[in-house]
């Protein structure tokens, strides 16, 4: 892509405003030549090749090649531990020393350039430093995805400059099978990221890459090597056969170990306190390594890909006093065993050798009884942190309450530490804004001296995908060009303005098109913030419809799409557009329809008439009569589906409990998994149901409980499933097994939640379940369209079997002020930002000032601020009046309020005659329940009244039929 001559105002580059310049192009003829050694190898071959050709693209003069020294200006290449580099000058040679890592020196005067690094790779990074000083720029892989200036004359500025990298370790983990991707790879060391590769190949050479091996192997190492799976699997076998001893120990035997991807059998992790199995373990890997003699290699240690440990008594002993929190129960076995490997393989005999171990699953946590090795680097797996907020984000509950704390550890005990990231393991193929927060996470890991970062991508040019994985493997780069592109940039740049450096890059991007796109992007990065929503590792999709739960942001985003399409000056740009608005309709707008289909079916339960016995049989006539929910779905690789195993929900209630009856169909072969035993955090491996509920009472927190089908019980609470503590609610569970299904019925007492249950209210719930499938895998399904935890997309559930008596009680669907309908009137009221609420009447004959607030609702995602002046303000809605046979005549009411106000609460009926007296003063900065009794008896239209007078926020209004024996005292507040 050649466009118009670009310069940034901190570039060290000059054109020609310089007084003193190593001169290599002017007026579009070469003045110099790039000067090989005779034996330059194929890194500094590459590297010339890269800087002629770029120049040549700049200015129409490819620099010359070669190694005899002409009379012309040189460009050369110098490996600061070479003869020479003796011949530098005092200065050079002084500012060389201060060169880490692969960092590098250039120096330019009047006789040319010398780039000077202590690696090969360091050469590389030298000439792309030249050509991104004079404004080159590769937004991502691919010549399409270039932007080049034009110029006739390229010169450099006299000067001795040193660049170092902000990390040693900048890592693009290219996962899910792409092959020989040379557009990525050219890209990754253009950008200043290091290539990392596990295959001894002369083709890489020369990006200069790192070699790297190891990952989920244990069993693999311990039967010895293999290159071939069908091998590896058939001498584990055969090891297993003659000395099951060298295997876990699992409920009471031995059994293989292995990877559940590749099949459906438990394993379990080897016996590491037999010594035979780290010696062995030890002698395959030292194999691997003596492949890569001479060459700079990082071996990874890491368990198999699941957490079943053994638990013989030798084992059990190693891992001491265990730490509380699930993540560290095996984090002192683990360090026995990488301890062990540290000593025997970090020597003289491997002296290019670098040992990492990944520290993951239920061993992320620093080990308290053995001090690691501290030659070893640690690769921290953060699963299931938030990746749209910061890890240093106070807001950020997940982040700050865990994720933060579990990396400062780490830096506290002084280990050396790198990253295995998720980014791109986020809903919607994780197109979202999230690349200002990934940038001060990198900030953060500099200020902790990390050692650096492993960032999962796909690589868009690759060839070898298979069909599932295509799309993703294609686009995942390009929805996160930006987070790609800054990853490199302040990988090196650590200290700069994110701001302006956005700015910078995003204007080149998208050209004239970018103050579109700019107002576009910050509108969708808003809609996450306001969704008060978190994104982690396994999110469902439907958060992204959640984020869209806003009127008039779904059509406001996609017209500033079409006006960035119209700005767009070029096909490319109008590509790179087209492109967007694609990931915007597939990701987000299809997952808001979703997220309406489902927000929509809502679901009534039905209060129980009779004693409801917990026996796990729905003998009682209110199970008959209760309404069945069936549409369970499984979400997994291949989208959101009806699930393969269907389930039957049914849910009852009175004041004090919730009742469910679930019923799970079972595989043809009839089986199940229950393996669990003693521990009741490993129920989630088994064949299970989980429930999670909330109501407004419970301040954005959810009630989990899991059962399965031995009635074996785990329970927490939290408002994410990052952040939970274990609880007990006391619930009463009976299971039945029967061959084709299994059943659980189950009484909760909401006491620790609510004080009662009144007919009307809401509760948001789901039900889960993971079934086991006829091919050995578990199914995960749930009522909520497959997911599991966020309780802001569980199905609203409403206690009674009534129609409801508001419309848009919670506030949640917001829209802009009703106009009056008489001519020359206008509104006396004022509405800030222009925001009113659905469905609720503001009365001109009583106005005040209305707030559409959404930054700390009771529940949902937004609440109302009246501001009364001083006077009366008066909110009113019209009722749907209950059939005259189901009109008891008693009308509760409920609603959140916080402030300092007073409230008068009645229903209001024709020629203003008023029915109840619910009066309070208000003086509160905490949301507490208004409650109280209404009764009416006639059969008349009426309108329910709301009198503030002062300063109040009020959220969730109930109003529902009431029995006698409902009633709550109002009295009380």
Same mark, same amino acid.
Request: proline share 5%; net charge neutral.
């Given at each position: ?10 570039m ?96 330019s005067?009047v ?85 990392y590769i ?12 790192v070699?790297?091996g ?65 010696a ?11 492949r ?8 990874i ?44 393989l970090?020597?003289?005999?491997y ?22 090795d ?13 990746y ?35 980014h ?11 690349e ?11 200020s ?17 995908y298979i ?79 959640? +984020?869209? #739960?806003?009127p008039? /942001?779904?059509?406001? !985003? =996609?017209?500033?799409? %079409?006006?960035?399409? *119209? ?11 087209q ?42 006539a ?20 009806a ?8 849910? +009852?209630? #009175?004041?004090?409990? /919730?009742?469910?009856? !679930? =019923?799970?169909?079972? %595989?043809?072969?009839? *089986?199940m ?60 569970i ?53 997911i ?33 309908k ?57 009722i ?15 609603m ?62 109930h109003?529902?039929m ?12």
């Amino acid at each position: 892509m050649k466009l118009n001559c670009f310069m940034t105002g901190i570039m060290a580059f000059s054109f020609s405003a310089a007084l003193s310049a190593a001169e290599l192009v002017s007026g579009g003829k070469a003045k110099a030549s790039i000067l090989l050694s005779a034996d330059a190898g194929a890194v500094e071959k590459h590297a010339a090749a890269e800087l002629s050709a770029y120049v040549g693209k700049i200015t129409g003069a490819a620099l010359p090649v070669g190694t005899n020294q002409g009379e012309k200006t040189t460009v050369e290449f110098v490996l600061f531990n070479s003869p020479a580099a003796k011949s530098l000058p005092p200065n050079i040679q002084e500012k060389a020393s201060e060169i880490i890592d692969d960092g590098f020196v250039i120096a330019s005067d009047v006789s040319g350039i010398k780039i000077i690094s202590n690696s090969q790779r360091g050469l590389l990074y030298g000439a792309y430093r030249l050509l991104k000083d004079a404004g080159v720029i590769w937004f991502m892989p691919g010549e399409e995805n270039e932007y080049i200036p034009q110029n006739a004359d390229f010169k450099i500025a006299d000067g001795v400059r040193l660049f170092n990298p902000a990390f040693a370790q900048r890592r693009f983990i290219l996962n899910g099978g792409s092959g020989y991707t040379p557009d990525t790879y050219d890209w990754i060391v253009r950008n200043g990221i290091q290539l990392y590769i596990d295959q001894l190949d002369g083709k890489y050479a020369k990006w200069a890459p790192v070699y790297i091996g190891g990952g989920h192997e244990m069993t693999d190492l311990l039967a010895g090597n293999y290159p071939k799976s069908e091998q590896r699997s058939a001498a584990a076998e055969k090891l297993f056969a003659e000395h099951p001893e060298y295997f876990g120990l699992y409920k009471g035997q031995r059994i293989m170990g292995g990877n559940p991807a590749h099949s459906s059998r438990i394993f379990c992790q080897p016996c590491t306190s037999n010594p035979e199995v780290p010696a062995r373990i030890l002698k395959s890997t030292k194999e691997i390594i003596s492949r890569y003699e001479g060459k700079e290699y990082i071996r990874i240690l890491c368990n198999d890909d699941h957490m079943n440990w053994c638990e013989c008594a030798p084992c059990k002993a190693l891992d001491g006093k265990p730490p509380a929190e699930e993540n560290g129960l095996y984090s002192n076995r683990w360090w026995h065993f990488v301890n062990f490997m540290a000593q025997n393989l970090l020597s003289k005999d491997y002296p290019n050798l670098k040992l990492h171990a990944m520290v993951y699953q239920n061993y992320r946590l620093v080990p308290e009884n053995i001090k690691p090795d501290p030659r070893v680097a640690v690769i921290v797996c953060p699963h299931q942190r938030c990746y749209i907020h910061s890890l240093n984000d106070p807001a950020c509950f997940p982040n700050s309450a865990k994720y933060r704390k579990m990396f400062d550890s780490w830096h506290a005990a002084g280990v050396r530490s790198t990253t295995f990231e998720y980014h791109t393991n986020l809903p919607g193929n994780s197109y979202l804004p999230m690349e200002e927060a990934w940038v001060r996470d990198l900030k953060y890991y500099h200020s902790i001296h990390m050692e650096g970062f492993g960032l999962v991508t796909r690589a868009p040019d690759g060839k070898t995908y298979i069909e599932r994985r295509k799309y993703l493997g294609k686009n995942m780069w390009p929805a996160l060009w930006q987070l790609h592109w800054l990853t490199g940039y302040f990988s090196w740049n650590i200290d700069a303005d994110y701001e302006k450096v956005a700015e910078e890059i995003n204007s080149k991007f998208y050209g004239s098109a970018w103050k579109h796109m700019k107002i576009y992007r910050r509108t969708l990065r808003e809609a996450v913030e306001l969704s008060r929503e978190h994104m982690y590792y396994g999110s469902p999709p439907i958060l992204l419809g959640s +984020c869209m #739960d806003r009127p008039g /942001l779904v059509d406001h !985003l =996609e017209s500033l799409l %079409a006006s960035a399409e *119209k700005a767009a000056e070029s096909p490319l740009i109008l590509s790179r557009i087209q492109r967007e608005k694609g990931y915007f309709e597939k990701n987000w707008k299809t997952q808001y329809r979703n997220y309406l289909k489902d927000k929509d079916n809502r679901i009534a339960a039905q209060k129980r008439k009779e004693k409801i016995v917990i026996d796990g049989l729905d003998r009682e006539a209110d199970w008959k009569n209760a309404k069945q929910v069936y549409n369970f779905a499984a979400c997994d690789s291949s989208g959101t589906h009806a699930a393969r195993l269907g389930s039957i929900a049914r849910v +009852c209630f #009175d004041e004090e409990n /919730l009742y469910f009856f !679930l =019923e799970g169909k079972k %595989a043809k072969n009839g *089986k199940m998994v229950l393996e669990t035993s003693g521990d009741p955090k490993k129920i989630f491996s088994d064949s299970h149901f989980e429930i999670f509920l909330t109501c407004p009472a419970m301040k954005g927190e959810d009630y989990q409980l899991a059962v399965n089908a031995k009635g074996m019980k785990y329970q927490t609470t939290g408002t994410t499933a990052a952040a939970r503590k274990e609880t007990d609610a006391k619930p009463e569970i009976a299971v039945r097994d029967y061959p084709d299904l299994w059943c659980a019925e189950i009484r909760i007492p909401v006491k620790n939640f609510t004080p009662k249950i009144l007919t009307g209210d809401f509760w948001n719930i789901n039900i889960a379940r993971a079934a086991l499938l006829e091919n050995g895998k578990l199914e995960f399904s749930s009522w909520c369209n497959g997911i599991f935890h966020g309780n802001t997309l569980f199905r609203q559930v409403m206690m009674g079997t009534q129609e409801p008596l508001l419309k848009n009680p919670d506030f949640e669907v917001v829209c802009a002020p009703e106009q009056p309908k008489e001519k020359n009137k206008r509104n006396t009221w004022i509405f800030m930002d222009d925001k009113s609420v659905a469905n609720w009447i503001f009365s001109n004959a009583n106005p005040g000032t209305l707030t559409v607030k959404t930054d700390t609702p009771a529940s949902g995602k937004v609440y109302l601020h009246v501001s009364s002046g001083g006077k009366y303000s008066f909110i009113d809605q019209f009722i749907r009046i209950p059939e005259k046979d189901k009109n008891t005549g008693i009308y509760a009411f409920r609603m959140m309020a916080r402030g300092k106000a007073e409230l008068l609460v009645r229903l209001r009926g024709p020629k203003t005659k008023y029915y109840g007296d619910i009066a309070i003063k208000i003086d509160s900065n905490q949301w507490f329940p208004v409650t109280g009794i209404v009764r009416c008896d006639e059969q008349v239209q009426l309108a329910l009244s709301i009198r503030i007078k002062g300063e109040l926020d009020i959220d969730d209004v109930h109003l529902s039929m009431a029995d006698s024996e409902e009633m709550p005292d109002s009295s009380k507040h």
